[in-house]
């Protein structure tokens, strides 16, 4: 009988033992569910920033390429418009040197 109340006891202590641990678990998986959720939310927002930054770039780099494209075909507009002049003045030159009609005055 004795030997009963004691195992009843120690089972006792086993199983409250058992149900802190369990507790304890429970309370870190919590915490550590917590902590994923909070470093998956900084990705998130570091990532958006990325993005973000990249569209900026994206849009700086497509201005840029659309300012040398522009600049290109004016020059280009501008040799065209130069040859035209030297056709029509009469002069032929290889536009190395600017055409002065200076001295023929």
């Not at 004691?6 to 998986?29: F, H, P, R």
């Not at 849009?59 to 065209?80: D, L, P, R, V």
Request: charged content about 25%; overall charge positive.
């Amino acid at each position: 009988m004795l030997y009963q109340r004691e195992e009843a006891k120690i089972q006792a202590w086993v199983d409250l033992q058992s149900a802190k641990a369990e507790a304890q678990s429970k309370k870190l998986e919590v915490k550590i569910q917590k902590l994923r959720s909070n470093l998956e939310e900084k990705l998130m927002k570091r990532m958006a920033v990325v993005h973000r930054k990249a569209e900026e770039l994206r849009a700086t780099a497509t201005e840029q390429h659309f300012e040398q494209s522009h600049k290109a075909t004016e020059q280009a507009q501008n040799i065209i418009i130069n040859q035209n002049n030297t056709i029509v003045s009469g002069h032929n030159s290889c536009g190395c040197f600017p055409i002065n009609n200076n001295h023929l005055h």
